[in-house]
């Protein structure tokens, strides 16, 4: 059984950083994406950065610079460093996960494994 564990989330004032992080278990395919999405309340879920498993990395425009997703094989976990952080960037954050083999790797339902979320406050 795949799971997914997010954690790291917390409240921080804008200009702030947070480190995300996502340990996965009962996930063995060698051909991945996972990836991070974001949910504000009323909202859909938004793409925020994937990694495959070739190592090419992807961001949405608004992350760009700031936030950087990275992966530590031996200890099955996926990282999202979030630097300069503003109000609009609070929301649910989801780790997730799908087999790749090509194409995209940034809509959300494309994706079959999620994580049940950490919320990232940003106060202004």
């Known amino acids: 059984q795949v799971q997914l564990v997010e954690s790291g989330g917390g409240s921080v004032q804008a200009g702030g950083s947070l480190r995300l992080s996502c340990v996965r278990s009962?996930?063995?395919?060698?051909?991945?994406?996972m990836g991070w999405f974001r949910q504000a309340p009323g909202k859909e879920r938004d793409w925020v950065a994937t990694m495959k498993s070739d190592g090419t990395t992807s961001y949405a425009d608004s992350v760009k610079g700031r936030f950087t997703i990275s992966k530590d094989n031996a200890k099955n976990s996926l990282y999202l460093q979030m630097n300069s952080l503003k109000p609009e960037d609070t929301a649910m954050y989801y780790c997730?996960?799908?087999?790749?083999?090509?194409?995209?790797?940034?809509?959300?339902?494309?994706?079959?494994?999620w994580g049940q979320g950490t919320q990232v406050t940003v106060s202004s």
């Open positions: 997730a996960a799908k087999t790749w083999y090509s194409g995209s790797c940034s809509k959300a339902g494309s994706f079959g494994y």
């Open positions: 009962g996930y063995t395919y060698s051909n991945y994406c």
